[in-house]
Protein backbone atom coordinates (compact mmCIF):
# COMPACT_ATOMS: atom_id res chain seq x y z
CA UNK A 1 0.00 0.00 0.00
CA UNK A 2 2.67 2.31 0.62
CA UNK A 3 4.31 1.63 -2.94
CA UNK A 4 0.90 2.39 -3.94
CA UNK A 5 0.72 5.71 -2.18
CA UNK A 6 4.39 6.78 -3.63
CA UNK A 7 3.24 5.78 -6.99
CA UNK A 8 -0.11 8.00 -6.89
CA UNK A 9 1.98 10.95 -5.72
CA UNK A 10 4.29 11.38 -8.15
CA UNK A 11 1.62 10.33 -10.80
CA UNK A 12 -0.18 13.63 -9.83
CA UNK A 13 2.72 15.35 -9.94
CA UNK A 14 4.02 14.02 -13.39
CA UNK A 15 1.04 12.64 -15.10
CA UNK A 16 2.75 12.27 -18.41
CA UNK A 17 5.82 10.40 -17.27
CA UNK A 18 6.38 6.75 -18.49
CA UNK A 19 9.84 5.76 -18.30
CA UNK A 20 10.65 7.95 -14.58
CA UNK A 21 8.81 7.69 -11.44
CA UNK A 22 9.99 8.96 -8.69
CA UNK A 23 13.85 9.42 -9.93
CA UNK A 24 14.31 5.63 -11.11
CA UNK A 25 13.62 3.18 -14.08
CA UNK A 26 9.32 2.45 -14.80
CA UNK A 27 10.14 -1.29 -13.86
CA UNK A 28 7.64 -4.32 -13.58
CA UNK A 29 6.75 -3.32 -9.81
CA UNK A 30 5.55 -0.16 -10.81
CA UNK A 31 3.55 -1.27 -14.02
CA UNK A 32 1.88 -3.69 -11.40
CA UNK A 33 1.39 -0.93 -8.85
CA UNK A 34 -0.15 1.37 -12.05
CA UNK A 35 -2.42 -1.10 -12.47
CA UNK A 36 -3.41 -1.66 -9.00
CA UNK A 37 -4.00 2.28 -8.42
CA UNK A 38 -6.46 2.50 -11.94
CA UNK A 39 -8.47 -0.88 -11.06
CA UNK A 40 -8.92 0.40 -7.28
CA UNK A 41 -9.04 3.66 -7.45
CA UNK A 42 -10.32 4.47 -10.46
CA UNK A 43 -11.91 1.39 -11.78
CA UNK A 44 -12.68 1.37 -15.39
CA UNK A 45 -14.78 -1.68 -15.44
CA UNK A 46 -17.43 -0.01 -13.58
CA UNK A 47 -17.82 2.35 -16.62
CA UNK A 48 -17.36 -0.56 -19.08
CA UNK A 49 -20.45 -2.27 -17.72
CA UNK A 50 -22.69 0.95 -17.59
CA UNK A 51 -22.19 1.34 -21.41
CA UNK A 52 -22.44 -2.00 -22.23
CA UNK A 53 -25.60 -2.05 -20.43
CA UNK A 54 -26.64 1.34 -22.35
CA UNK A 55 -25.65 -0.76 -25.47
CA UNK A 56 -27.72 -3.77 -24.75
CA UNK A 57 -30.53 -2.08 -24.24
CA UNK A 58 -30.47 0.15 -27.18
CA UNK A 59 -29.75 -2.68 -29.25
CA UNK A 60 -32.31 -5.00 -27.62
CA UNK A 61 -35.20 -2.38 -27.94
CA UNK A 62 -33.84 -2.10 -31.48
CA UNK A 63 -34.51 -5.41 -32.46
CA UNK A 64 -37.57 -7.02 -30.08
CA UNK A 65 -39.86 -6.20 -32.86
CA UNK A 66 -38.25 -8.77 -34.99
CA UNK A 67 -38.65 -11.44 -32.24
CA UNK A 68 -41.89 -10.97 -31.69
CA UNK A 69 -42.18 -10.95 -27.94
CA UNK A 70 -44.80 -8.93 -27.07
CA UNK A 71 -43.39 -8.09 -23.54
CA UNK A 72 -40.00 -7.89 -24.13
CA UNK A 73 -39.99 -3.89 -23.19
CA UNK A 74 -41.20 -4.93 -19.91
CA UNK A 75 -38.65 -7.65 -19.36
CA UNK A 76 -35.77 -5.15 -20.62
CA UNK A 77 -37.63 -2.66 -17.80
CA UNK A 78 -36.83 -5.23 -15.56
CA UNK A 79 -33.39 -5.99 -16.47
CA UNK A 80 -32.72 -2.52 -15.28
CA UNK A 81 -34.49 -2.23 -12.39
CA UNK A 82 -32.37 -5.47 -11.38
CA UNK A 83 -28.58 -3.51 -12.48
CA UNK A 84 -29.52 -0.76 -10.29
CA UNK A 85 -30.53 -2.93 -7.13
CA UNK A 86 -26.97 -4.48 -8.24
CA UNK A 87 -25.22 -0.84 -8.42
CA UNK A 88 -26.57 0.01 -5.28
CA UNK A 89 -25.92 -3.46 -3.22
CA UNK A 90 -22.16 -3.22 -4.50
CA UNK A 91 -21.88 0.47 -3.22
CA UNK A 92 -23.16 -0.57 0.03
CA UNK A 93 -20.97 -3.59 0.15
CA UNK A 94 -17.90 -1.48 -1.01
CA UNK A 95 -18.55 1.54 1.44
CA UNK A 96 -19.56 -0.41 4.76
CA UNK A 97 -18.08 -3.70 4.61
CA UNK A 98 -14.98 -3.24 2.66
CA UNK A 99 -14.58 0.93 3.58
CA UNK A 100 -14.01 1.21 -0.15
CA UNK A 101 -14.94 4.96 -0.46
CA UNK A 102 -14.20 6.11 -3.62
CA UNK A 103 -14.93 3.23 -5.71
CA UNK A 104 -18.17 3.46 -3.79
CA UNK A 105 -18.97 7.01 -4.23
CA UNK A 106 -18.34 5.96 -7.97
CA UNK A 107 -20.83 3.32 -8.37
CA UNK A 108 -23.41 5.57 -6.22
CA UNK A 109 -23.13 7.99 -9.18
CA UNK A 110 -23.68 5.45 -11.73
CA UNK A 111 -27.04 4.65 -9.88
CA UNK A 112 -28.12 8.61 -9.67
CA UNK A 113 -27.82 8.37 -13.77
CA UNK A 114 -29.93 5.05 -14.41
CA UNK A 115 -32.28 6.41 -10.93
CA UNK A 116 -33.93 8.94 -13.31
CA UNK A 117 -33.58 6.39 -16.80
CA UNK A 118 -31.50 7.44 -19.11
CA UNK A 119 -32.62 3.88 -21.09
CA UNK A 120 -36.07 5.57 -22.06
CA UNK A 121 -37.70 2.75 -20.26
CA UNK A 122 -40.72 4.81 -19.09
CA UNK A 123 -41.51 6.10 -22.54
CA UNK A 124 -41.97 2.14 -23.69
CA UNK A 125 -44.63 1.48 -21.06
CA UNK A 126 -47.11 4.06 -22.43
CA UNK A 127 -47.51 1.24 -24.83
CA UNK A 128 -48.69 -1.27 -22.56
CA UNK A 129 -51.94 -0.12 -21.16
CA UNK A 130 -52.90 -0.96 -17.86
CA UNK A 131 -49.73 -2.80 -17.16
CA UNK A 132 -48.02 -0.43 -18.47
CA UNK A 133 -49.35 2.00 -15.74
CA UNK A 134 -48.79 -0.23 -13.66
CA UNK A 135 -45.08 -0.93 -14.23
CA UNK A 136 -44.83 3.60 -14.00
CA UNK A 137 -46.09 3.33 -10.74
CA UNK A 138 -44.18 0.55 -9.29
CA UNK A 139 -40.66 2.31 -10.95
CA UNK A 140 -41.90 5.88 -9.14
CA UNK A 141 -42.37 4.23 -5.77
CA UNK A 142 -38.66 2.74 -6.35
CA UNK A 143 -37.45 5.85 -6.67
CA UNK A 144 -37.80 7.35 -3.62
CA UNK A 145 -37.03 4.10 -2.41
CA UNK A 146 -33.28 4.46 -4.18
CA UNK A 147 -32.39 7.54 -3.21
CA UNK A 148 -33.15 6.87 0.75
CA UNK A 149 -31.00 3.63 0.35
CA UNK A 150 -28.18 5.75 -1.45
CA UNK A 151 -28.52 8.63 1.51
CA UNK A 152 -28.45 5.52 4.03
CA UNK A 153 -25.77 4.21 2.69
CA UNK A 154 -23.64 7.01 2.50
CA UNK A 155 -24.92 8.42 5.80
CA UNK A 156 -26.13 11.73 4.02
CA UNK A 157 -28.49 14.01 5.27
CA UNK A 158 -30.10 16.46 3.40
CA UNK A 159 -32.78 18.81 4.09
CA UNK A 160 -36.55 16.71 3.55
CA UNK A 161 -37.58 20.20 1.48
CA UNK A 162 -35.55 19.29 -1.51
CA UNK A 163 -36.43 15.93 -1.89
CA UNK A 164 -39.49 17.08 -3.61
CA UNK A 165 -37.82 17.82 -6.78
CA UNK A 166 -36.26 14.48 -7.47
CA UNK A 167 -39.69 13.24 -6.39
CA UNK A 168 -41.86 15.78 -8.31
CA UNK A 169 -39.56 15.04 -11.44
CA UNK A 170 -39.85 11.73 -11.47
CA UNK A 171 -43.72 12.09 -11.32
CA UNK A 172 -43.70 13.70 -14.42
CA UNK A 173 -41.61 11.55 -16.39
CA UNK A 174 -43.71 7.99 -15.25
CA UNK A 175 -46.43 9.78 -15.97
CA UNK A 176 -46.13 11.87 -18.82
CA UNK A 177 -45.99 9.24 -21.56
CA UNK A 178 -49.17 7.81 -20.58
CA UNK A 179 -50.94 11.69 -20.56
CA UNK A 180 -49.66 11.73 -23.88
CA UNK A 181 -51.62 8.90 -25.06
CA UNK A 182 -54.76 10.22 -23.38
CA UNK A 183 -54.55 13.67 -24.49
CA UNK A 184 -53.39 13.72 -27.84
CA UNK A 185 -54.99 16.24 -28.74
CA UNK A 186 -53.05 18.65 -26.56
CA UNK A 187 -50.02 17.26 -26.84
CA UNK A 188 -48.06 20.33 -27.47
CA UNK A 189 -49.42 22.79 -24.18
CA UNK A 190 -48.33 19.94 -21.98
CA UNK A 191 -45.27 19.14 -23.25
CA UNK A 192 -44.34 23.29 -22.65
CA UNK A 193 -45.59 23.03 -19.37
CA UNK A 194 -43.09 20.08 -19.03
CA UNK A 195 -40.41 22.16 -20.48
CA UNK A 196 -41.60 25.21 -17.91
CA UNK A 197 -41.84 23.15 -14.88
CA UNK A 198 -37.45 21.61 -15.90
CA UNK A 199 -36.67 25.27 -16.08
CA UNK A 200 -38.49 26.30 -12.92
CA UNK A 201 -36.96 23.74 -10.91
CA UNK A 202 -33.73 24.21 -12.53
CA UNK A 203 -33.98 27.80 -11.00
CA UNK A 204 -34.61 27.30 -7.63
CA UNK A 205 -31.96 24.21 -7.22
CA UNK A 206 -29.22 26.61 -8.76
CA UNK A 207 -30.33 29.88 -6.27
CA UNK A 208 -30.89 27.96 -3.10
CA UNK A 209 -28.26 25.11 -3.74
CA UNK A 210 -28.71 22.32 -1.04
CA UNK A 211 -25.75 20.99 0.10
CA UNK A 212 -25.46 17.62 1.87
CA UNK A 213 -23.96 16.13 5.12
CA UNK A 214 -22.24 13.31 5.67
CA UNK A 215 -21.57 11.96 8.19
CA UNK A 216 -18.07 10.27 7.31
CA UNK A 217 -16.52 13.14 6.82
CA UNK A 218 -13.19 13.31 8.22
CA UNK A 219 -12.03 16.68 6.13
CA UNK A 220 -11.87 19.12 3.90
CA UNK A 221 -11.20 16.89 0.80
CA UNK A 222 -14.26 14.36 1.87
CA UNK A 223 -16.13 17.42 1.83
CA UNK A 224 -14.77 18.69 -1.78
CA UNK A 225 -16.16 14.94 -2.97
CA UNK A 226 -19.40 15.12 -1.29
CA UNK A 227 -20.34 18.80 -2.44
CA UNK A 228 -19.06 17.39 -6.44
CA UNK A 229 -21.76 14.49 -5.71
CA UNK A 230 -24.32 16.59 -4.64
CA UNK A 231 -24.02 18.99 -7.73
CA UNK A 232 -23.48 15.77 -9.89
CA UNK A 233 -26.54 14.71 -8.72
CA UNK A 234 -28.49 17.95 -9.87
CA UNK A 235 -26.87 18.54 -13.11
CA UNK A 236 -27.93 14.45 -14.00
CA UNK A 237 -31.52 15.20 -12.92
CA UNK A 238 -31.94 18.62 -15.16
CA UNK A 239 -29.90 17.29 -17.93
CA UNK A 240 -31.76 13.81 -17.77
CA UNK A 241 -34.90 15.48 -17.56
CA UNK A 242 -34.36 17.52 -20.93
CA UNK A 243 -33.13 14.63 -22.69
CA UNK A 244 -36.91 13.20 -21.68
CA UNK A 245 -37.88 16.20 -23.11
CA UNK A 246 -36.41 15.65 -26.79
CA UNK A 247 -37.37 11.44 -26.29
CA UNK A 248 -40.99 12.89 -26.51
CA UNK A 249 -40.99 15.01 -29.25
CA UNK A 250 -39.64 12.60 -31.32
CA UNK A 251 -41.89 9.25 -29.75
CA UNK A 252 -44.75 11.18 -30.35
CA UNK A 253 -44.25 13.52 -32.88
CA UNK A 254 -44.73 16.71 -30.98
CA UNK A 255 -43.35 20.18 -33.03
CA UNK A 256 -40.81 21.68 -31.65
CA UNK A 257 -41.73 25.24 -31.66
CA UNK A 258 -39.82 28.40 -30.46
CA UNK A 259 -41.95 29.04 -27.64
CA UNK A 260 -40.19 25.61 -26.27
CA UNK A 261 -36.92 28.22 -26.16
CA UNK A 262 -38.53 30.81 -23.87
CA UNK A 263 -37.94 28.78 -20.30
CA UNK A 264 -34.70 28.40 -21.69
CA UNK A 265 -34.26 32.41 -22.02
CA UNK A 266 -35.67 33.50 -18.90
CA UNK A 267 -33.70 30.79 -17.08
CA UNK A 268 -30.32 31.90 -18.54
CA UNK A 269 -29.70 34.84 -16.19
CA UNK A 270 -30.13 32.91 -12.57
CA UNK A 271 -28.38 29.77 -13.87
CA UNK A 272 -25.62 31.12 -15.03
CA UNK A 273 -25.26 34.13 -12.40
CA UNK A 274 -25.81 37.17 -14.90
CA UNK A 275 -26.34 39.44 -12.40
CA UNK A 276 -26.28 42.52 -14.73
CA UNK A 277 -29.83 44.26 -15.19
CA UNK A 278 -29.06 44.21 -19.05
CA UNK A 279 -29.18 40.41 -19.05
CA UNK A 280 -32.61 40.81 -17.93
CA UNK A 281 -34.07 42.79 -20.50
CA UNK A 282 -32.54 40.98 -23.00
CA UNK A 283 -33.92 37.57 -22.29
CA UNK A 284 -37.33 39.03 -21.43
CA UNK A 285 -37.25 40.52 -25.28
CA UNK A 286 -35.74 37.24 -26.63
CA UNK A 287 -38.12 35.54 -25.07
CA UNK A 288 -41.22 38.28 -26.37
CA UNK A 289 -39.91 37.81 -29.94
CA UNK A 290 -40.10 34.11 -29.66
CA UNK A 291 -43.87 34.19 -28.53
CA UNK A 292 -44.87 35.90 -31.12
CA UNK A 293 -43.53 33.04 -33.77
CA UNK A 294 -47.08 31.78 -32.21
CA UNK A 295 -49.19 34.39 -31.44
CA UNK A 296 -51.60 32.22 -29.62
CA UNK A 297 -48.89 31.84 -26.76
CA UNK A 298 -48.46 35.38 -26.56
CA UNK A 299 -50.61 35.70 -23.29
CA UNK A 300 -48.83 32.67 -21.13
CA UNK A 301 -45.28 33.58 -22.25
CA UNK A 302 -46.14 36.92 -21.28
CA UNK A 303 -47.35 36.27 -17.82
CA UNK A 304 -43.78 34.31 -17.22
CA UNK A 305 -42.00 36.58 -18.85
CA UNK A 306 -43.45 38.96 -15.93
CA UNK A 307 -42.70 36.67 -13.33
CA UNK A 308 -39.16 36.43 -14.44
CA UNK A 309 -38.33 39.78 -14.42
CA UNK A 310 -39.86 39.88 -11.58
CA UNK A 311 -37.92 37.56 -9.51
CA UNK A 312 -34.66 39.02 -11.35
CA UNK A 313 -35.75 42.90 -9.86
CA UNK A 314 -36.33 41.29 -6.16
CA UNK A 315 -33.23 39.08 -6.40
CA UNK A 316 -30.84 41.72 -7.64
CA UNK A 317 -32.79 44.75 -6.50
CA UNK A 318 -33.14 45.86 -9.86
CA UNK A 319 -36.13 48.64 -9.43
CA UNK A 320 -36.04 49.04 -13.80
CA UNK A 321 -37.30 45.73 -14.45
CA UNK A 322 -40.88 45.91 -13.00
CA UNK A 323 -41.20 48.11 -15.79
CA UNK A 324 -39.89 45.48 -18.71
CA UNK A 325 -42.80 43.19 -16.57
CA UNK A 326 -45.30 45.56 -16.86
CA UNK A 327 -44.38 45.95 -19.92
CA UNK A 328 -44.71 42.29 -21.43
CA UNK A 329 -47.79 41.96 -19.49
CA UNK A 330 -49.02 44.80 -21.39
CA UNK A 331 -48.34 43.36 -24.61
CA UNK A 332 -49.65 40.20 -23.51
CA UNK A 333 -52.85 41.66 -22.75
CA UNK A 334 -53.28 43.97 -25.93
CA UNK A 335 -52.84 40.28 -28.25
CA UNK A 336 -55.01 38.83 -25.94
CA UNK A 337 -58.02 42.39 -26.35
CA UNK A 338 -57.27 41.79 -30.16
CA UNK A 339 -58.43 38.29 -29.89
CA UNK A 340 -61.13 38.11 -27.86
CA UNK A 341 -62.74 41.22 -27.64
CA UNK A 342 -61.70 43.64 -30.55
CA UNK A 343 -62.39 47.59 -30.45
CA UNK A 344 -60.76 50.87 -29.40
CA UNK A 345 -62.78 50.67 -26.08
CA UNK A 346 -61.26 47.38 -24.56
CA UNK A 347 -57.50 48.66 -25.90
CA UNK A 348 -57.73 52.21 -24.11
CA UNK A 349 -58.85 50.28 -21.04
CA UNK A 350 -55.76 48.36 -21.17
CA UNK A 351 -53.87 50.89 -21.77
CA UNK A 352 -55.67 53.38 -19.30
CA UNK A 353 -54.81 50.66 -16.38
CA UNK A 354 -50.92 50.01 -17.63
CA UNK A 355 -50.57 53.99 -17.22
CA UNK A 356 -51.85 53.94 -14.08
CA UNK A 357 -50.20 50.81 -12.64
CA UNK A 358 -46.38 52.83 -14.42
CA UNK A 359 -47.07 56.06 -12.38
CA UNK A 360 -48.05 54.20 -9.48
CA UNK A 361 -44.70 52.29 -10.25
CA UNK A 362 -42.58 55.13 -10.88
CA UNK A 363 -44.03 57.00 -7.57
CA UNK A 364 -43.30 54.27 -5.32
CA UNK A 365 -40.16 53.26 -6.94
CA UNK A 366 -39.11 56.27 -8.10
CA UNK A 367 -38.26 55.07 -11.45
CA UNK A 368 -37.76 57.04 -14.72
CA UNK A 369 -38.69 54.14 -16.65
CA UNK A 370 -42.08 53.67 -15.49
CA UNK A 371 -42.71 56.67 -16.10
CA UNK A 372 -41.50 56.97 -19.77
CA UNK A 373 -43.70 53.87 -20.45
CA UNK A 374 -46.73 55.29 -18.51
CA UNK A 375 -46.44 57.71 -21.30
CA UNK A 376 -45.87 55.89 -24.18
CA UNK A 377 -48.07 53.20 -24.29
CA UNK A 378 -50.27 56.60 -25.64
CA UNK A 379 -48.66 56.50 -28.35
CA UNK A 380 -50.96 54.35 -30.73
CA UNK A 381 -53.51 56.48 -29.85
CA UNK A 382 -51.79 60.34 -30.54
CA UNK A 383 -53.87 59.75 -34.08
CA UNK A 384 -56.87 60.48 -31.97
CA UNK A 385 -55.73 63.92 -30.80
CA UNK A 386 -54.99 65.36 -34.28
CA UNK A 387 -56.19 68.38 -34.31
CA UNK A 388 -58.55 69.44 -37.19
CA UNK A 389 -59.99 72.47 -35.60
CA UNK A 390 -59.29 75.57 -33.20
CA UNK A 391 -61.57 74.16 -31.08
CA UNK A 392 -59.42 71.07 -30.87
CA UNK A 393 -56.68 72.73 -30.84
CA UNK A 394 -57.68 74.66 -27.31
CA UNK A 395 -58.63 71.36 -26.01
CA UNK A 396 -55.20 70.08 -26.78
CA UNK A 397 -53.49 72.37 -25.07
CA UNK A 398 -55.67 72.59 -22.11
CA UNK A 399 -55.57 69.05 -21.62
CA UNK A 400 -51.43 69.27 -21.99
CA UNK A 401 -51.67 72.03 -19.23
CA UNK A 402 -52.87 69.96 -16.75
CA UNK A 403 -51.01 67.34 -17.61
CA UNK A 404 -47.32 69.25 -17.27
CA UNK A 405 -48.68 70.82 -13.98
CA UNK A 406 -49.31 67.05 -12.39
CA UNK A 407 -46.01 66.02 -13.92
CA UNK A 408 -44.05 68.94 -12.21
CA UNK A 409 -45.93 68.06 -9.02
CA UNK A 410 -45.00 64.24 -9.19
CA UNK A 411 -41.53 65.13 -10.24
CA UNK A 412 -41.19 67.20 -7.04
CA UNK A 413 -42.55 65.30 -4.49
CA UNK A 414 -40.95 61.84 -5.61
CA UNK A 415 -38.02 62.47 -7.90
CA UNK A 416 -35.84 64.92 -5.46
CA UNK A 417 -34.52 65.22 -2.03
CA UNK A 418 -35.71 66.89 1.23
CA UNK A 419 -36.15 70.93 0.43
CA UNK A 420 -33.43 73.23 1.47
CA UNK A 421 -33.12 76.71 1.80
CA UNK A 422 -32.15 77.26 -2.19
CA UNK A 423 -35.74 76.25 -2.89
CA UNK A 424 -37.40 80.04 -1.99
CA UNK A 425 -36.17 83.41 -3.20
CA UNK A 426 -33.71 84.67 -1.15
CA UNK A 427 -33.14 81.54 0.89
CA UNK A 428 -30.13 79.92 2.42
CA UNK A 429 -28.45 79.37 5.55
CA UNK A 430 -28.74 82.63 8.15
Known amino acids: MAELNRISGCWEKNPTSTTALCGRGFGIDDFKSLLEQWFVLYNPLYFLSMALILAGVWILS ?58 FRTESLCAFGATGILCSVAWLILVPVKIGLLL ?9 VFLIFPALSSLVLASMPHVFIIFHFNQTVLHLGATWLIAIFCVIVRIVGPTPVAE ?10 LRRAGATFWCALGGIFALHLGAWLVEFQIPLTPSHFVPLLLALPALFALENEIWGWVSCAAAM ?17 AAAAVFWAVRNRKLRLYTAALAVLYIGAICLVRQHAPGESPMLAVTFAASAMAVGLAALRRTVTAGI ?22 VLLLSCGFAALIAGVCINLFFFGKKTGRDEPGGGPA
Open 152 to 160: HIFRIRIRA
Open 216 to 225: FSEGLRENVV
Open 62 to 119: IGLPETGLSDGELGLFAVVQAYEALLIGSAALLFRAANRKRPAVILGLMEVFFLFDWT
Open 289 to 305: ALAFTAPVTVAPVSVMT
Open 373 to 394: FAAAVWSPFLRVLNPESAAHWG
